[in-house]
Nanobody
């Protein structure tokens, strides 16, 4: 029943800002971490940021200083705020949820669940 859905992707001018959303459901009884990735055409998927099981936020080099992750517990939604966008930021952005395995709770599988992605295009 775990479901992940990204939204908010759009075309934006270089130097602009954008806020992506990740709606999560079906994992409220588990400890989990949520990560953001992106993938440009013909390139491998690239890790951007994560909110881990302990609530700590970490960022990969391409996101450091420009991207910020946040969340709204009430709406079970996570956000990725991006600013100072560059052409190389163009790509499909994904949200991934991974539950920590719990033998007592069958919903906590330890697996990762991915959304369908949302397209971000940064124009010159």
């Amino acid at each position: 029943q775990v479901h992940v859905a990204e939204s908010g992707g759009v075309t934006v001018q270089a130097g602009g800002s954008l806020r992506l959303s990740c709606a999560v459901s079906g994992a409220t009884g588990c400890r989990y971490e949520v990560s953001w990735y992106r993938q440009a055409p013909g390139k491998e998927r690239e890790f951007l940021a994560v909110v881990d099981y302990d609530g700590m936020r970490r960022y990969n080099v391409p996101a450091q200083g420009r991207f910020t992750s946040s969340d709204d517990i009430t709406e079970n939604t996570l956000y990725l705020e991006m600013n100072s966008l560059k052409a190389e930021d163009t790509g499909m952005y994904y949200c991934s949820l991974r539950t920590r395995y719990d033998s007592v709770n069958p919903d906590c599988t330890g697996r990762s669940y991915w959304g369908q992605g949302t397209q971000v295009t940064v124009s010159s």
